[in-house]
């Protein structure tokens, strides 16, 4: 066990800094690691000197903040082609029959 405190928090507050732009900001607040105050926390463990866990965090901030400057490619909406839309319905056809093969003879009153 280490023995020694090497552990790293580093804290950015994203909600009140005057030097990131707005389109960064809300990109950065929808992190799972801000706290509801608007706090980035980035904890860095990883080394046994407590200089290089400080290294590590900044270095883990810069790559977060590089990655919310670049703007996300916007989603277009697409639709199923006709042929994957005949080719699941076949599939499920196929599964059906398998189905209604398994079960036993219906019952004949004679």
């Known amino acids: 066990m280490n023995k020694v405190a090497t552990a790293v928090q580093l804290r ?15 990109r950065l607040l929808k992190l799972k690691r ?3 105050d608007g706090i980035l ?14 290294e590590d965090a900044r270095q883990r901030l810069a790559a977060l ?7 996300p490619k916007p989603r277009r909406p697409t639709r199923p082609s006709l042929a994957s839309k005949e080719n699941r ?20 009153s004679v």
């Open 65 to 71: 903040l590089q990655r919310a400057t670049k703007t």
């Open 12 to 26: 950015f507050d994203v909600q009140n800094s005057p030097s990131l732009p707005d389109a960064v900001r809300e």
């Open 89 to 108: 319905l076949a599939r499920k056809r196929r599964r059906g029959e398998i189905k209604r093969m398994r079960r036993a003879p219906p019952e004949e």
């Open 41 to 54: 926390t980035i904890e860095a463990g990883r080394f046994r000197t407590q200089e290089q866990n400080r």
């Open 34 to 36: 801000i706290s509801a």
